[in-house]
T-cell receptor, first 115, second 111 residues
Framework: GAVVSQHPSRVICKSGTSVKIECRSLDFQATTMFWYRQFPKKSLMLMATSNEGSKATYEQGVEKDKFLINHASLTLSTLTVTSAHPEDSSFYIC???????????FGQGTRLTVV | SQQGEEDPQALSIQEGENATMNCSYKTSINNLQWYRQNSGRGLVHLILIRSNEREKHSGRLRVTLDTSKKSSSLLITASRAADTASYFCATDAGGNEKLTFGTGTRLTIIP
């Protein structure tokens, strides 16, 4: 069964609105989660590392005020795309750090379309 | 920054044939992982090979790693139509699971 649940799987929103994406670790407590972004037919780019109880660490070039990350519990991290623009349309996917580094658990991804 | 390059970018083969995909990277790594992604879907972890390993097998998958050349290959034997997907390599430089993904290979298996 799924270890990581990401919701929603698809969302369409209007420009200027905000969208929240949830990533839940179902089977174990996850102190660290990762958020990736994938443009169509492109590779995945790490956006930020989400740490439970502390501020997220953003990769260079990622606007932290644009992509708000909250990791308030050991099983939930949220990514909020604020004031969405069409260029924010993308596939967003979370990853949970496993109990050992031989495990890798990705969410199912969220297809965001901003119109 | 994106450090992995994969080739070919796209590969089409007949069902039953073997498929080989290659990945090159630029910096030292702790481990290298291969993932499969079906169109518009999430990632499926296929296999992880550590920097001190040279070859690893899992079912019809065979992965090699050459750290001197900073390259890895993924071989899928006896391909099936269900293997049609995009395949990505991803490197973990620090062992902290922050992954840097390659550009991917789009594999199409022709029935």
């Amino acid at each position: 069964g799924a270890v990581v649940s990401q919701h929603p799987s698809r969302v369409i929103c209007k420009s200027g609105t905000s969208v929240k994406i949830e990533c839940r670790s179902l089977d174990f407590q996850a102190t660290t989660m990762f958020w990736y972004r994938q443009f169509p037919k492109k590779s995945l780019m790490l956006m930020a590392t989400s740490n439970e109880g502390s501020k997220a660490t953003y990769e260079q070039g990622v606007e932290k005020d644009k992509f708000l990350i909250n990791h308030a519990s050991l099983t939930l991290s949220t990514l909020t795309v604020t004031s969405a623009h069409p260029e924010d349309s993308s596939f967003y996917i979370c990853k949970v750090r496993g109990l050992t580094n031989t495990e890798a658990f990705f969410g199912q991804g969220t297809r965001l379309t901003v119109v | 920054s994106q450090q992995g390059e994969e080739d070919p970018q796209a590969l089409s083969i007949q069902e039953g044939e073997n498929a080989t995909m290659n990945c090159s990277y630029k910096t030292s790594i702790n481990n290298l992982q291969w993932y499969r992604q079906n169109s518009g879907r999430g990632l499926v972890h296929l296999i992880l090979i550590r920097s001190n390993e040279r070859e690893k097998h899992s079912g019809r998958l065979r992965v090699t790693l050459d750290t001197s050349k900073k390259s890895s290959s993924l071989l899928i034997t006896a391909s099936r139509a269900a293997d049609t997907a995009s395949y990505f390599c991803a490197t973990d430089a620090g062992g902290n699971e922050k992954l840097t993904f390659g550009t991917g290979t789009r594999l199409t298996i022709i029935p």
